[in-house]
């Protein structure tokens, strides 16, 4: 019985406890947070589901608590392996852009001008997960016979970093994530090879949240960058990454994703699932 009853005053349930969002990051933890802690705290308010942000130490780790079923809900693209896909998580939303490559890309000043002379030399990747930043150009590379030797950094911006510190030949890399780093930080880049787009990373909810509480957080989401009070909320978010445009969401499902799926039937780079 309510304490509250028994001291004959009003009885107040406690707020229930907020769900898990995990973030796959590509950016440093306190960027990744910078940008996701005001949109959280806005489809909160708006859907009346309590989001909480949850990012692991690296991308892989952020992963690896979906897996664990640590999450409720993310936003990522590591979902859409074989295996993880068995998982049941839904698809709700994507970013709404172009789409996204994976890119083999050097220093613009570098001497190499084509994969095979990568061969044998250190090559930055994200994480062993990662599409753009790891299996599009890993595949590429593996496609083209060229053996390299990879260096995962946890995520892709510190991928980024090594190299422009030239501590690797050339970095496997998501084009978007690229070029917002390279704009930010004034860094000259060449690409030595691309891959078709991919869909932007996917809003996804478990197996174990409710349709209705999925659909609240879709429709917040959605309607986001529609809202004035949104839409501030999405410009604030770009300001702290120094993007040159706001990033909305539109709705999306498992459809959206075929390709991945298609992608990982067919690559000749080992799957880490």
């Not at 707020?15 to 949109?39: D, K």
């Not at 308010?45 to 692991?56: C, F, K, N, T, Y």
């Not at 896909?85 to 996204?100: E, M, N, P, S, Y």
């Not at 995962?152 to 780093?181: C, P, T, Y």
Request: proline fraction near 5%; include cysteine; aromatic fraction near 8%.
């Amino acid at each position: 019985m309510c304490l509250a009853l028994l001291l004959g005053t009003a009885c107040q349930a406690a707020p229930p406890a907020p769900y898990a969002f995990g973030v796959l990051n590509h950016r440093s933890l306190q960027a990744t947070a910078a940008y996701w802690n005001p949109i959280l705290t806005y489809v909160s308010a708006r859907s009346g589901v309590p989001l909480e942000l949850h990012i692991g130490r690296t991308a892989n780790e952020t992963t690896d608590r979906v897996v664990a079923r640590k999450l409720d809900f993310a936003y990522t693209n590591h979902l859409f392996t074989p295996k993880r896909h068995k998982l049941g998580w839904r698809v709700l939303a994507r970013q709404d852009t172009q789409g996204i490559r994976g890119q083999v890309v050097v220093l613009d000043s570098s001497p190499v001008t084509t994969l095979h002379e990568l061969a044998g030399k250190p090559v930055a990747f994200a994480n062993p997960y990662g599409l753009t930043g790891y299996y599009l150009p890993m595949d590429t590379l593996l496609r083209a016979e060229v053996k390299v030797t990879p260096l995962f950094s946890g995520n892709q911006e510190a991928a980024m970093g090594q190299l422009e510190s030239g501590q690797v030949a050339a970095a496997g890399v998501s084009d978007q994530v690229m070029a917002d780093f390279a704009r930010r930080r004034q860094l000259k880049y060449r690409v030595l090879a691309e891959s078709k787009p991919y869909f932007d990373l996917a809003v996804m909810a478990s197996p174990r949240i409710n349709t209705a509480d999925g659909e609240k957080v879709r429709q917040a989401f959605i309607n986001m960058a529609g809202d004035p009070a949104g839409l501030r909320v999405l410009q604030q978010s770009a300001r702290s990454l120094g993007l040159s445009r706001v990033r909305g969401f539109v709705a999306a499902d498992d459809r959206d994703y075929a390709d991945y799926r298609a992608f990982f039937q067919h690559t000749r780079v080992p799957l880490n699932e």
